[in-house]
């Protein structure tokens, strides 16, 4: 007899090109129920959107390896891609032989507004009757909030979908990691022109503050935040 699964855990777009790395508790939730489906011996599906599924570390278009290495090992899932933000299709297609305990797909992954909630809906119209979808709110992220309201409202109207959780705060522990370190980096440069310029030039230090200042809002919109999306996840 096939392996019974409890439940089918579906990973939506959480691929480097997609996901705001610096939001490391949102990547921490997903994680977090990619740990929990394996303990549980669910099915994993991971879809990808693009033509092609490519699982290189590190690669633009494969999934982020936090979750690649904890499914390094793993049997019991699959990898779909689609060119589209509805999935559904795909995901059913790798599910539809499968012996399930309960008859759950739980949802995670991006965008709330857009693919997450195309593929819910097209799960909704296609799966067969007795299934249920579980989205975990905490472990989806989103573009706006005003999108993120209208897919809310939408899943509200579909019976066989249910919300769990919390929005994820887009003002989480590692945007203000990023912004205390470049105040870190002005009280320093504060203090090398205060001790390296003449006192008395107060017109030369006021000119090197405003320079300096300038510079590392540069650095802040421009260099940490994008080092912070790119790098602060990637092992």
Same mark, same amino acid.
């Given at each position: 007899m096939a392996n019974k699964h409890p439940y089918? @855990?579906?990973i939506i777009d959480m691929q480097y090109k997609f996901v705001p790395l610096a939001y490391v508790e949102f990547i921490d939730k997903v994680t977090r129920l990619v740990k929990d489906a394996i303990k549980d %011996?669910? +099915?994993?599906v991971v879809? &990808? =959107?693009g033509t092609t599924i490519v699982q290189e570390k590190? &690669? @633009?278009e494969s999934t982020i390896w936090d979750i690649m290495m904890l499914l390094d090992d793993y049997k019991?899932?699959?990898f779909v891609n689609r060119e589209h933000c509805n999935k559904s299709k795909v995901i059913i297609s790798a599910i539809d032989k499968l012996e399930l305990k309960e008859r759950t797909i739980k949802v995670c992954g991006l965008y709330t507004e857009l693919c997450i909630h195309d593929t819910v809906n097209g799960l909704a119209?296609?799966?067969p009757n007795g299934f249920r979808i579980e989205l975990f709110l905490d472990a989806c992220f989103y573009h706006s909030v005003k999108g993120l309201n209208e897919a @809310?409202? %939408? +899943?509200?109207e579909i019976d066989n979908v249910s919300v769990i959780g919390n929005v994820p705060n887009k003002y989480d522990r590692a945007n203000w990691m990023v912004l205390s370190g470049a105040v870190v980096v002005m009280i320093i440069g504060l203090f090398v022109c205060w001790f390296v310029l003449d006192r008395t030039s107060w017109m030369v230090l006021s000119e090197a503050v405003i320079g300096m200042i300038v510079g590392l809002l540069v650095c802040w919109f421009v260099g940490l935040f994008w080092i912070a999306q790119k790098l602060i =996840? @990637? &092992?």
């Open positions: 089918v @855990l579906t %011996n669910a +099915f994993i879809a &990808h =959107y590190c &690669h @633009l019991h899932k699959a119209k296609r799966l @809310l409202s %939408n +899943f509200e =996840y @990637l &092992h």
